[in-house]
């Protein structure tokens, strides 16, 4: 059986509830979280269900960077998820704030507040990319992988691995979604 | 009332006695809105300040991240401005493609509306087709500019990328296929019983209101304004466009929904234009890095409405000062009106009418019964499914329209 | 080309005629107006008028010259003082600006909202982001800031800094 295969079969017995919620940045990543759920992308045949309820969902899938009046809503849907949860950043604002990081009423991006198990880059991250680090994410769970990553803010040159942390080929992310230059003068 | 004039709301996700800021509160007497606030600033990020601490150029990029569905809107207007400012002349093929682009965006925002209307009153195939239609838009638009959503297609001076023979054809073939999939849309709108049963007279909006509140767009003019932007205050390149500002006199979201499929078949007959008429030539004049002194106003018909920025400029770099007020946040405070004496089943058809910025239809609900306390606090999505069970049991059923568009589009494929 | 950038050397073209007539209402209808008034391409005219002055302006121009729209209130670090820019439009796709000055530490303008509800938010977001102090704006929430955003820090001021949120928050 393929690895996709394996994932898939995994991914519809367990069916993992995901709970979107976007803090209102640009909505680019949003609707194309949506996207993702229509038949052209179709995520739903990976047997993710997406859901209402915060005490229902099993992954928390998050957009935007946070902004000071938003903060609080976040942090209290992430305290009414059962255990174990998981907290998926989509696009690069969600990751590290983006475009948006140091603005005056942005506090960061989504790990600003919560902890996140796995972040899609891409401005906004595209269905396929979004699909991917499902995709990935749902490997994570099923070896049993639920360790948030836990880390500082990096610089985006910064060349050392900070210590002490997942080591980074076991860390989820959409790898072949690169960065859109955000200045490409 | 009695008990079975009473709809049992299952309570939703978050409790009712949560303490939740609400972002629109609502009070009721039984059903009907007697009073409506909403209250916006939940995204504010602080982009103004940040532009004076940012080149022109950079400027660009993060305006154009206001939001992702009219993106282009937000840097067509920035750049407007500070071109005038510098006194640069685009040269005309830049402003034919910055034209197109503008169009393209116009495709895919409105079919993105109609999707998110049918999805906000149980019509679902309606979102599964008119997001699949606008694929064919984003196909293009990733062509031609590298990107799906935040095209970075403009600089200041005129656009970063030119087209092709190959991608000029390809336009035009996915026009007119658009055009034949819109005139389905067209045809559902006015002459699908159920749709116009649902959308007549809800959100009402007279057309003096919309004077006095200053609505702008799509929501203005399906109250008989016959405003905009392109017309009254041409740029770019409209002033050599032939079409129609297309308006309506129905003053509640059925017009707007008229008024928004109808500025689509008017967009594929201007697309065909602009590939016509394209000139050739360069591109883009060059910039300056430093802006001169001076300001400028700009505006845009976005998709949504008036898009209005204001740059100032102070010899160097950094711009002084940039100001964008979005069309959203004109038209929104028309929504308090269009709710007043409105049923609550009718909130969510209603504020997504005036095609709000996609995180709007998010928010937590505040519900306050007569004597002002609060009666809970409802996610979106329940107060949505609140209006889908309430238009059922009036008859309002969308199971059987939901076949026959899926049979319609399996016909002309 | 409909991208228009007249520059002060270039004799101003015959399509102004409209907004020469503009000039003209509302220098007859405001005397000291005369000299403060700039045309400054077709479809763009600015207006210096006394902060006292603003409302009677104003509404002239509503009622009388057809400026239905407010579009925007564009607010500004003068340095000495703060500017408000007041942007009307009408059917006619004119936007005339009516700018004013108003003191960084004292009563500014008497509030538009009688003449446009839709001031109410662009009135709320001065005041909140450069301290404008506008006269009799009815109760409401504030905009764009979040509730806690500490008394006296306006960040749109030029002398404003992130940082300075960060040490009153040490200070809290």
Known sequence: MRIVDRIVTWARLKSPWILHFNSGACNGCDIEIIASLTPRFDVERFGVALKGSPRHADVLVCSGPVTRQIKDRLVRIYEQMPQPKFVVAVGTCASSGGVFDGLYNVTGGIDSVIPVHAYIPGCPASPQAIIDGVVKLLVALENGQSTPVERPRVEFDSPDEPQGLIPADQLVRSSDQKEEPSANV | ?413 | MSNETDSPSVAAAPVLATEQKLQKDLETAFPDLVGKITLQRVRRVWADVPMQSLHAVVTYAKEELGFWMLCTITGTDEGAHLGLMYHLAGDAGIVLTVVIAAPKDGPGPQTLTPLYPQADLYEREVVDLLGVQIQGLPEGNRYPLPDEWPAGQYPLRKDWTREMLEVSKENA
């Not at chain 2, 034209?99 to 009153?121: D, K, N, Q």
């Not at chain 2, 008229?258 to 016509?276: A, N, P, S």
């Not at chain 2, 306050?368 to 069970?389: C, F, K, M, N, P």
């Open chain 2, 1 to 413: 009332m009695t008990d079975k004039d009473v709809i049992k709301v299952p309570l939703g996700p978050q409790h009712p006695a949560l303490k939740e800021p609400g972002n629109f509160t609502l009070s009721l007497r039984g059903e009907n809105v007697t009073d409506m606030t909403i209250r916006l600033g939940y995204n504010h990020r602080g982009i103004e300040k940040a532009c004076e601490q940012r080149s022109y150029l950079n400027d660009m990029y993060l305006l154009e991240r206001i939001c992702g569905i009219c993106s282009h809107s937000h840097t067509t207007a920035y750049v407007q401005a500070v071109e005038e400012i510098a006194a640069i002349q685009v040269p005309a093929r830049g402003l034919y493609l910055r034209t197109l682009v503008a169009e393209l965006e116009r495709i895919h925002s409105h079919l993105l509306w109609l999707g998110v209307a049918g999805h906000e009153i149980g019509f679902d195939t309606l979102l599964m087709y008119s997001w699949r239609d606008r694929e064919l838009v984003l196909d293009l638009l990733s062509m031609l500019t590298g990107n799906r959503v935040n095209y970075g297609f403009n600089t200041i001076g005129g656009v970063r990328k030119d087209i092709t023979e190959d991608q000029r054809n390809d336009i035009l073939k996915a026009t007119d296929t658009l055009e034949e999939r819109t005139k389905v849309y067209a045809e559902l709108a006015g002459n699908e019983v159920t749709l116009s049963k649902r959308l007549q007279n809800v959100g009402r909006l007279t057309k003096a209101d919309v004077v006095r509140l200053g609505v702008t767009g799509p929501t203005g003019r399906a109250s008989g304004i016959k405003r905009d932007v392109r017309k009254d205050d041409p740029y770019a390149i409209y002033s050599e466009l032939e079409f129609d500002v297309v308006t309506s006199d129905h003053c509640d979201v059925f017009g707007r929904t008229l008024v928004r499929v109808g500025e689509l078949l008017q967009t594929y007959k201007m697309i065909r234009q602009i590939l016509k008429n394209l000139p050739e030539g360069p591109i883009s004049a060059k910039a300056p890095r430093k802006i001169p002194k001076g300001q400028a106003v700009s505006r845009y018909e976005a998709p949504r409405g008036e898009d209005f920025h204001f740059v100032r400029g102070n010899g160097t770099d950094k711009p002084e000062r940039v100001k964008v007020r979005a069309p959203t946040m004109v038209n929104m405070q028309a929504v308090p009106l269009m709710m007043k004496d409105a049923q609550l089943a009718d909130m969510p058809i209603t504020l997504a009418a005036i095609d709000p910025c996609f995180s709007c239809t998010d928010r937590m609900i505040e519900l306050h019964d007569e004597g002002g306390a609060t009666s809970g606090t409802y996610s979106w999505a329940h107060v949505r499914q609140l209006g889908i069970q309430h238009h059922l049991k009036r008859g309002i059923d969308f199971a059987n329209l939901n076949k026959e568009l899926a049979s319609w589009r399996e016909r002309i494929k």
